[in-house]
């Protein structure tokens, strides 16, 4: 198994946790696998020049290699930061990914990174993530690409973006299990006390945070009830005659509000709640099912491995809890 070789972009105002998470992640993984055996990753720090850069929270960073001698990468990550809105960084990053392109496996931005990556005119035609608060601007400034600012991030072969901060940690785990499957992702996940894992697709805000803060005041009181009473009758019907409502108005106004289904909704409630009580000493797959509500353990099952991509016995084994 040859040792795939990470290149991180470096540059004046870059946001630190935009590199470091994922360089986090990739790291972790050469550490699960043991110091006895070829690491599975090799991360290298880049910049148009060796010379420490600075990121926008205050802390110097030294590059180990600048674009000229930085040589060939399997991966390169783009993360992102105000220096990377800056006209001459972004010409220079920009003009370098360009040329790296073609001889590069994955091409990977982080957050406004997708300025390095949509400056190049590499994304031109592609759907792209960014931070939803850039979205906006990025879509004004790069009319070519799709934005979608709702997603945690998009795979679009060989180009890989993501939206803001921790999404960055999120892509990196998916590119972990894409090279090394989900046992391995799991694991660093476990490693690093972090989600694993949040599909793609799933936006940038939590569901219910965004339940929460959307709320009307006919569904305020139906917010707080369903996290705590995920057992009871959730039919729509069930949760109409909660919201006083028509089950047919109900499901017209839950949409509306919400932009999906309150099934959809109540499955995952039920989902996320299953997946905290996974691995708990004396808690049976059966039990937990039935304790969120599902009606079979093989619904249960199904239903955890669409949502999550991996299946709850072994994310039981890659998460085991102490109680």
């Known amino acids: 198994m040859k040792t795939r070789r990470i290149g991180f972009v470096g540059f004046d105002g870059v946001t630190l946790l935009d590199l470091t998470g994922p360089h986090e992640v990739f790291a972790t993984a050469n550490a699960l696998r043991g ?34 001698s930085g040589g060939r990468f399997d991966t390169l990550v783009t993360p992102g930061g105000p220096g990377l809105r800056e006209p001459l960084i972004q010409a220079q990053i920009a003009q370098w990914l360009r040329n790296q392109a073609p001889h590069t496996r994955r091409m990977v ?13 590499l994304l031109d035609g592609r759907r792209a993530a960014t931070h939803w ?25 060989p180009f890989y973006t993501s939206a803001g901060i ?32 949040r599909p793609g697709g799933q936006g940038q805000f939590s569901k219910p945070l965004q339940f929460q803060a959307r709320a009307t005041e006919r569904f ?45 909704y109540v499955e995952m409630l039920r989902l996320d709640a299953a997946r905290e009580r996974i691995g708990a000493e004396g808690h049976t797959l059966d039990a937990i099912a039935a304790s969120v509500g599902f009606r079979s353990a093989d619904v249960f099952r199904r239903a955890f491995e669409r949502r999550f991509g991996v299946a709850p016995s072994l994310y039981a084994k890659c998460f085991p809890q102490t109680a």
């Open 109 to 121: 931005s982080v957050c406004t990174g997708f300025y390095g990556l949509a400056a190049s005119g």
């Open 166 to 197: 921790t999404a960055g940690i999120d892509l990196a785990l998916a590119l972990v299990e894409e090279d090394h499957g989900a046992a391995l992702a799991l694991a660093v996940a476990r490693e690093l006390v972090v989600y694993f894992k």
């Open 220 to 264: 305020a009181e139906l917010a707080a009830w369903l996290p705590e009473n995920l057992r009871e009758d959730l039919t729509l019907a069930a949760l109409a005659e909660r919201a006083h409502c028509s089950p047919r108005n109900f499901a017209r106004l839950f949409k509306q509000v919400f932009g999906m289904t309150a099934t959809d």
């Open 133 to 157: 608060n850039h979205a906006k601007d990025a879509a004004r400034d790069f009319p070519r690409v799709s934005v979608d600012p709702n997603v945690l991030y998009l795979v679009d072969p």
């Open 35 to 68: 110091r006895r055996r070829l690491p599975l990753y090799e991360t290298v720090l880049l910049a148009a020049r060796r010379k420490a850069f600075v990121s926008d929270s205050g802390l110097a960073l030294t590059p180990q290699k600048d674009f000229a």
